[in-house]
T-cell receptor, first 112, second 114 residues
């Protein structure tokens, strides 16, 4: 099965809070897990990505946590800002495959 | 700066019309993709192409076809538009498959079929 399940569908956080988006995958052959960020009126853009040989990757305020045994990974946005308000997509892909399998997206709203 | 350009931001077409959505990338990427984005359904792959004149069906190819005559250009064709094809269409490109390859997206074409 190729699905990537993402939750929640929408999330409202106060400025300065922590935003957490969760994803679960089924295909154990997946070996690359990117997160894409999409602002209104724009196409998605790569935000951060992780491979399953590490449990955590941090870039600034954005952190991916990866649990290979549970087949789950999550995006944490620390000190969330109104400018982080966007739709976030997790995805998985298998090495050598052209295709990304996307979650259904999470609309994040950060209130000032 | 890398760029994927979709020819139209907004399109309104009538039921039964043949519709062409055009996409051009300037990064010399081998792979190009067409996705459809609908609220609550995320990004669904319609077709992709890994080389000129080569194409493969994605998850929802019914009612669509594609054309790739040049490396930089990938067209999505709605043979006979229907109202259930009203959606946001996103084009993307990437290099040859390898772990960590980034997909670059265009800004999208919002198609309304009336």
């Amino acid at each position: 099965q190729q699905q990537v399940k993402q939750s929640p569908q929408s999330l409202i956080v106060q400025k300065g809070g922590i935003s957490i988006i969760n994803c679960a995958y089924e295909n154990t052959a997946f070996d690359y897990f990117p997160w894409y960020q999409q602002f209104p009126g724009k196409g998605p853009a790569l935000l951060i990505a992780i491979r399953p040989d590490v449990s955590e990757k941090k870039e600034g305020r954005f952190t991916i946590s990866f649990n290979k045994s549970a087949k789950q990974f999550s995006l944490h946005i620390m000190d969330s800002q109104p400018g982080d308000s966007a739709t976030y997509f997790c995805a998985g892909t298998q090495g050598g495959s052209e295709k990304l399998v996307f979650g259904k997206g999470t609309k994040l709203t950060v209130n000032p | 700066d890398v760029k994927v350009t979709q020819s139209s931001r907004y399109l309104v077409k009538r039921t039964g019309e043949k519709v062409f959505l055009e996409c051009v990338q300037d990064m010399d990427h081998e792979n190009m993709f067409w996705y459809r984005q609908d609220p609550g359904l995320g990004l669904r792959l319609i077709y992709f192409s890994y080389d000129v004149k080569m194409k493969e069906k994605g998850d929802i190819p019914e009612g669509y076809s594609v054309s790739r005559e040049k490396k930089e250009r990938f067209s999505l064709i709605l043979e006979s538009a229907s109202t259930n094809q009203t959606s946001m269409y996103l084009c993307a490109s990437s290099l040859l498959p390898r772990v960590g390859t980034e997909a670059f997206f265009g800004q999208g074409t919002r198609l309304t079929v009336v």
